[in-house]
């Protein structure tokens, strides 16, 4: 547990909310721990991404949780991605594209800050906005601890698939095997 429950501490439904968003992301971060930096510019994880496209993947994803959970919390609606950028496929595409150019110690940087910055924000957020399947947490959920998973999994994967040893990884008995 990360974040603690009870008196003088964070509200227990903040409290587990925190707790999976930093359990997921601690995931996500081992399925990559103790490969070296050659390794994760490697392509080929998903499709030509690196593990390196990857994290700027998920932090960018976390960048649009913080630049819409405020919209949503003055109850309005962010614009839609098919209106927007022509659909989630093109706007990771134009991200992607925006992103290429920076250097692995740029984007894990990136990466430490945007997290951090989320977890204040979602610390933040009014306990009643909180509920099981409000708007606010079904975009941190979109956009967070729902989201780390897939990518773990294609890391891992990845790994096992290129001979770059899981048990390289911390904890490696968090990532089951698929049946």
Same mark, same amino acid.
Do not use: C, F, M, W
């Given at each position: 547990m990360f974040y603690p429950?009870? #008196?003088? /501490?964070? @509200?227990?439904? *903040? /409290?587990?909310?925190?707790? *999976?968003i930093e359990r997921r992301f601690n995931e996500f971060c081992a399925s990559y721990r103790g490969l070296t930096p050659e390794q994760l510019l490697l392509p080929g994880v998903t499709g030509e991404w690196s593990v390196r496209d990857l994290i700027a993947h998920v932090t960018w994803w976390e960048?649009? /949780?913080?630049?819409?959970? #405020?919209t949503?919390? /003055?109850?309005?609606? #962010?614009?839609?991605?098919s209106t927007a950028y022509g659909g989630i496929d093109a706007f990771n595409a134009l991200m992607t594209r925006q992103r290429a150019h920076l250097p692995l110690e740029h984007v894990l940087a990136q990466q430490t800050t945007v997290h951090r910055k989320l977890i204040g924000i979602v610390a933040d957020? #009014?306990?009643?906005?909180?509920?099981?399947?409000?708007?606010?947490?079904?975009? =941190?959920?979109?956009? *967070?601890?729902? @989201?780390?998973?897939?990518? *773990?999994?294609? =890391?891992i994967a990845w790994r096992e698939a290129s001979g770059f040893s899981v048990a390289q990884a911390a904890q490696p008995e968090l990532f089951p095997k698929s049946t």
């Open positions: 429950e009870g #008196p003088g /501490a964070l @509200h227990p439904q *903040t /409290a587990r909310l925190l707790n *999976t960048e649009e /949780a913080l630049k819409h959970v #405020p949503v919390l /003055a109850g309005g609606r #962010p614009e839609r991605y957020i #009014p306990l009643a906005e909180l509920g099981g399947n409000s708007r606010i947490r079904r975009r =941190i959920r979109l956009d *967070t601890y729902g @989201h780390y998973p897939l990518h *773990t999994k294609q =890391i």
